[in-house]
């Protein structure tokens, strides 16, 4: 995090200091809620944000913003680092969505495959779980090589440039598919990012028959991941675990053992969970 030189505790460098939220004014409650939740999302992206910078990232004053900041302050959900001068999301929200992923199960019981996968094989294994038609990282095991793949949990990613992505494409039906690319679109990151709808429903229909999906450096240069799916009691996707790292290891030669192990890692969590196994997967995954 870099620092900044002034270190001043005057409001317009964020200062906390006890002041209401208003009630009623500008829209009542309800708005004052939703901008307190929109203050907290782009805290959730960052490392930290200046007063100034947080209130012109989500259209507010500084002195609305500040007043929203120091309720959130107290309910423990947003601090201030007075070491850098920023505004830094709180333990409060950690614990709120500590709750979520305790309800999800997936994550508590899906890591200790995830770690066993992360030490046989040497890369870095994440899950990640759809969400508002994007991808959302929820947990990761970080190899310990010195060049490896990162993924901070919050993360977002497109579901078309991303081997979780893909793989949870494949199992929806084309209508599904065509809405979501419609509302997100299909933006390049590389040379080798799929942006035509047609060469995408292909590569879904590959996906389909050997049971996972590649991102050969379609979102990020140098970088390749290899992912399946996980499905809940009645069979439905509920989430991906994916293999990534730099493609000088992840190669194409070894695409075909990394996916079955994959696969095998997607289904253990599938049981686990009480979920069911997708019938084409069983054979191979098992």
Not at 16 to 24: E, F, W
Not at 119 to 145: I, P
Not at 255 to 279: C, D, F, H, S, W
Request: charged share 25%.
């Amino acid at each position: 995090m870099p620092k900044i030189a002034a270190k001043t505790r005057d409001a317009s460098k964020g200062t906390p200091r006890k002041t209401a939220v208003p009630g009623s004014k500008g829209g009542g409650q309800v708005q004052s809620l939703d901008r307190a939740l929109s203050i907290l999302e782009r805290l959730a992206e960052a490392d930290g944000m200046t007063l100034t910078d947080l209130a012109q990232s989500v259209g507010l004053a500084p002195s609305t913003t500040h007043r929203l900041l120091t309720t959130l302050q107290q309910r423990r959900f947003a601090d201030f680092d007075e070491e850098y001068s920023v505004w830094v999301i709180g333990v409060g929200a950690f614990n709120v969505g500590n709750a979520f992923l305790r309800n999800r199960r997936i994550v508590t019981l899906g890591r200790p495959v995830m770690r066993r996968l992360m030490e046989d094989v040497g890369e870095t294994v994440n899950l990640a779980v759809e969400d508002q038609n994007e991808l959302v990282y929820v947990t990761q095991f970080e190899s310990h090589a010195p060049m490896r793949a990162f993924f901070r949990p919050g993360r977002r990613a497109p579901m078309h440039a991303s081997a979780v992505g893909k793989a949870m494409l494949a199992e929806m039906d084309e209508a599904t598919v065509a809405a979501l690319l419609h509302r997100k679109g299909m933006p390049r990151f590389t040379d080798k990012t799929l942006v035509d709808p047609a060469a995408l429903r292909a590569e879904l229909v590959r996906v389909r028959e050997r049971g996972w999906a590649v991102d050969d450096e379609e979102h990020t240069v140098g970088m390749r991941c290899v992912a399946a799916t996980i499905h809940n009691e009645h069979g439905e996707v509920i989430a991906g675990v994916s293999l990534s790292g730099p493609s000088v290891r992840v190669t194409e030669a070894r695409l075909g053992e990394l996916g079955a192990r994959v696969v095998r890692a997607a289904n253990q969590i599938t049981e686990q969970i009480g979920g069911t196994i997708p019938r084409h997967r069983r054979q191979d995954g098992n």
